[in-house]
């Protein structure tokens, strides 16, 4: 039951970091040409976010308290590096769709 309410909780808390890079994957997969492309992209999405999730879980409830004291020491650090990734790909979007994509034309 607390690893229920564990993940009930992580995945509000998240909500502020990840709904706009779901938003973005949902509809870029809807976008993507067809239910096809569409559920391949989803799927990608679905598989990198999983894999993540089950490594960090795994890796938190087989370690010991120095592994605990580690990955809160590196915390704030991701914090910066995944912001300075969701800005390059932020903005690499908005370069193809305005470039590559001929929006401007």
């Not at 690893?3 to 502020?16: A, H, K, M, P, V």
Request: net charge positive.
């Amino acid at each position: 039951m607390n690893f229920f309410l564990f993940g009930i909780g992580y995945s509000i808390t998240s909500l502020n970091c990840t709904l706009p890079l779901f938003l973005l994957i949902v509809f870029q997969s809807l976008s993507a040409g067809g239910i096809k492309e569409g559920s391949l992209v989803f799927m990608a999405y679905a598989l990198g976010m999983g894999s993540i999730m089950v490594a960090i879980s795994l890796t938190i409830s087989a370690s010991n308290q120095t592994s605990i004291r580690w990955l809160r020491k590196i915390a704030p650090k991701m914090n910066i590096v995944t912001s300075i990734v969701l800005i390059l790909a932020g903005s690499f979007l908005i370069y193809y769709n305005l470039v590559v994509g001929r929006l401007l034309v």
